[in-house]
């Protein structure tokens, strides 16, 4: 188990604890105690860790794709150029543009005036939601976050398709079926994982603040929040 391999999926656990961590419990209270209240505060910590945790899953997916391309395409210096101290770096590399753009997606909307009705339409508190009762044109913090969702998502994303393509074309140079298969076996549960995390992030916040619709982006984000990290566990094993 001493690999970079588990190394990734350690760290991989890890966020979808916090994550997870961050928001059920606040649900659970929601749900089944008389008070459905959160303060200010706690309503800008709860948004913070909860982009900062998922959009460093975003970033690590990356680094996890990177893992399952040198491990294929280049199975006899995997350990060398995957060493430990740059799965360390690129670890907390992943963090840090993680913790830094959910620190810029945060200031920027919860420094907007909020002086209308004060009720949030979701379990907890997400951005769109939050967003949507602001008494101010929010053009600014949409266009802020689209900027971060181009650098955090689809960015991240193009990265993983363009490792993928290059696997795909290493295990078509396999003559073996059994050897392909293999192969293949490797990557189809990081396939998995990145599919059912990005598609709902995806759509949830690469659309405009126009087509928000509160009842639907909460089953959809219950998908990446609570279902993605019920699964994840069961997917690698």
């Known amino acids: 188990l001493h690999s970079p391999m588990y190394f990734l999926l350690c760290i991989l656990s890890l966020l979808d604890m916090s994550y997870i961590t961050t928001t059920v419990p606040q649900m659970l209270v929601h749900l089944f105690a008389n008070s459905q209240a959160i303060s200010f505060a706690g309503c800008c910590l709860q948004m913070y860790m909860v982009s900062a945790l998922g959009l460093t899953e975003c970033t690590l997916f990356v680094v996890m794709a990177y893992d399952r391309y040198i491990a294929i ?99 078509l140079k396999i003559k073996s079926t059994q050897g392909r298969c293999k192969a293949f076996s490797t990557c189809a549960s990081h396939l998995t994982v990145v599919t059912l995390f990005y598609t709902p992030v995806t759509y949830i916040y690469m659309k405009p603040n126009s087509s928000y619709s509160p009842e639907q982006d909460k089953h959809i984000t219950l998908l990446y929040n609570v279902v993605n990290v019920l699964l994840n566990p069961v997917i690698y094993s």
């Open 73 to 171: 395409c280049h199975p006899l210096h995997y350990t060398v150029i995957l060493s430990w101290g740059l799965c360390a770096r690129l670890a907390a590399g992943a963090g840090a543009c993680g913790f830094f753009f959910a620190l810029v997606h945060t200031f920027f909307t919860m420094r907007l005036p909020y002086c209308g009705p004060n009720i949030v339409n979701h379990y907890f508190c997400e951005g769109p939601s939050v967003r949507s009762l602001a008494c101010l044109d929010t053009h600014l913090i949409e266009m802020v976050d689209q900027v971060i969702s181009v650098i955090m998502v689809v960015a991240p994303l193009s990265l993983i398709f363009a490792s993928y393509i290059r696997i795909g074309q290493a295990i």
